[in-house]
């Protein structure tokens, strides 16, 4: 393998470096959220570490000048007094042969190399007149391994052309073997007989300095360490004496919230921490006695709820079955009391309505509600509310569309809950509809089956949508009622959607309408998938088919249906028919097999009121 590519495996990305770098930031910035604690001694130790690295670097820089300042100054004075012996040993010589000027450099030379054993130094002559006669000489130095490309040519350069003593710093082998350790080179120009110009330079060790200058590091680093650690185990402790109580409060806060109510705070000591822990076990005790208070309230008025719904189911058993007696022999009345014996009729019929309301409240308040599970087409369940709205439809001059792409949806269900819950949404969409058109749209995906009943009546404001399915709440309690009822209707259907595991959600705008969606699983042990969006949206857009069920002038409700007279010559889509003789007057054709129209438009005839089947 050769070094290029062993460089670019090296270089190349690492996914296992890269996820270990993402999981520690993702645990960082978690602890950064959660912990105060944590971020309080991550900032403390950051400031630190910036203060010190700030300081530690002035410090740093002083010492290393003023080190290196000294030992230059010292070393320039020597190197200016060592030239200026060389070259007055030059000037007393009479030498004129090359043995007898190398004889001259020998002698004033080895007498320099003598004390640079003792100054940490070492010198290195270099000729810049080359070939000068019988007397030129070569380049000397004091140590073998330390030639002339020890000098840097920059220095060589200056020194040739200028006049005067010029320094650089250097890294060369002060040792032979050795590793190249800083110096200084300090050179000038020295002249021979014949003028003969050679450069003089001297190589100062600068190793000790640096050697000083590094210490100097190390102990600043070691005190930057344990100060950090220092300063680490203050903040952590100030900010835990600070931080527990708080993070006691959050732990009981949580107990308190899930429901423990006997759970209070530790008292220690009389600082603020023991005044806070104080007040807040005296706010837990106040909500436990409220909470209490409002428990045995709640358990009174639904156990008074029950007691009543049952005490009066008894005797209005009587009074209703003495009602039926009456309006059935109401033909043998008077007007006056014929049409009193009517009222009573009717107003036990709504009474029993409410009783059994209050009944099936009781049931969820205590547990006691049970589903009857079967699988059920749903267009069934509908069309059996649609047939049974008949009268409710014609007595508010409305009219009432079944509209999906669907002819059939089976899910598992209790029908009796599903058809209550789909009956109260339309009953309550005629009652507040203001005589406007009403519709159900049914549509389903993998997961689920949504029905929705739509209105375009008087609509409701954003705070009365937020408590409409509040017990015991209207919309408006001084509006004229078509319909009777408790105020019980929406919020049974909200406990029966609760035990199918469903969704009731609910859309409304003033003067434009409202419209209730009811979402169920197809399976019940297969609870909605949120990732799935929901077969309608809110609310749903009408379909360009347009069927709706209309007051006749003989006062039957008829139906009407808009196709396309070609596909309708064709059988590919139903054609919708109604006897106006018959009591029930729906009819579906599509081929041979009976199935639901293809744009899922019903309607129901007024004469339908509980005799016929869709």
């Not at 740093?60 to 320039?76: G, K, M, T, Y």
Request: glycine letters at 6%.
């Amino acid at each position: 393998m050769t070094a290029d590519s062993r460089e670019q495996r090296s270089t190349r990305f690492n996914p296992r470096l890269f996820r270990r770098l993402r999981l520690g930031r993702r645990i960082l910035s978690r602890r950064w959220h959660q912990s105060l604690q944590f971020r309080a001694i991550l900032v403390a130790l950051t400031l630190t570490l910036l203060a010190f690295f700030a300081t530690g670097s002035f410090m740093s820089h002083q010492i290393a000048d003023r080190l290196f300042s000294d030992r230059l100054n010292q070393v320039l004075a020597e190197a200016r007094t060592d030239i200026s012996d060389v070259q007055a040993s030059f000037d007393a010589s009479d030498a004129s042969d090359r043995t007898e000027v190398q004889a001259l450099i020998d002698s004033t030379m080895g007498a320099m190399s003598m004390d640079s054993e003792e100054a940490g130094r070492h010198w290195i002559l270099i000729p810049f007149d080359r070939g000068a006669g019988q007397s030129f000489v070569g380049a000397q130095t004091q140590s073998p391994w330390m030639t002339s490309a020890s000098v840097p040519q920059q220095l060589q350069q200056r020194v040739a052309d200028g006049d005067g003593t010029y320094w650089q710093p250097a890294s060369v082998r002060m040792e032979e073997g050795g590793a190249e350790q800083p110096v200084i080179v300090i050179g000038d120009v020295v002249q021979l007989n014949q003028n003969a110009r050679y450069g003089l330079f001297f190589v100062y060790d600068f190793a000790a300095p640096q050697v000083t200058l590094n210490s100097i590091h190390a102990v600043l680093l070691l005190s930057m360490l344990a100060l950090l650690l220092l300063v680490g185990t203050i903040v952590w402790y100030v900010t835990r004496e600070v931080v527990r109580p708080v993070s006691s409060t959050a732990k009981v806060s949580e107990q308190l919230s899930e429901g423990d109510l006997d759970v209070r705070m530790e008292v220690r000591g009389s600082n603020e921490v023991a005044r806070l822990s104080r007040s807040f076990n005296r706010m837990a005790d106040n909500l436990q006695e409220q909470i209490t208070q409002l428990e045995q309230l709640s358990t009174m008025q639904q156990t008074f709820v029950s007691d009543v719904s049952h005490e009066l189911r008894t005797p209005l058993t009587t009074v209703k079955m003495a009602a039926e007696v009456l309006y059935n022999a109401r033909e043998e009345f008077d007007p006056v009391n014929r049409r009193s014996a009517e009222l009573l009729h009717h107003q036990v019929d709504r009474f029993d309505s409410m009783l059994s309301d209050l009944l099936e409240i009781s049931r969820f308040d205590a547990g006691a509600a049970r589903l009857d599970i079967a699988s059920t087409d749903i267009f069934s369940v509908i069309y059996d509310v649609v047939e049974a709205a008949g009268p409710l439809v014609l007595k508010c001059g409305s009219t009432l569309t079944v509209r999906s792409q669907l002819t059939r949806c089976v899910a598992q269900m209790d029908q009796r809950r599903i058809d209550r819950i789909i009956r109260n949404l339309v009953s309550n969409a005629l009652e507040h509809g203001d005589g406007k058109p009403v519709e159900i749209y049914v549509a389903a995906n993998e997961n689920a089956v949504a029905v929705a009943v739509r209105d375009y009546g008087i609509g409701m404001e954003e705070l009365q949508t937020a408590k409409v399915f509040n017990r015991f709440w209207r919309a408006d309690p001084a509006r004229a009622r078509t319909v009777g009822g408790t105020g019980l209707g929406l919020s049974i259907a909200q406990e029966d959607t609760r035990l199918h595991r469903g969704q009731l959600d609910v859309w409304a705008r003033p003067g434009e309408g409202a419209c209730f969606r009811l979402t169920l699983p197809l399976i019940r042990t297969q609870p909605l998938d949120p990732e799935l969006p929901n077969p309608l949206p809110m609310p749903p857009a009408p379909v360009l088919a347009d069927s709706t069920a209309h007051v006749t002038d003989t006062g039957s409700l008829a139906l009407t249906t808009q196709l396309d007279p070609s596909a309708a010559a064709t059988g590919s889509h139903p054609v919708l028919s109604v006897d106006p003789q018959a009591t029930a007057a729906i009819e579906t054709f599509d081929g041979a097999d009976g199935s639901l129209p293809a744009d899922g438009s019903t309607a129901v005839s007024a004469d339908q009121a509980g005799t016929g089947k869709s």
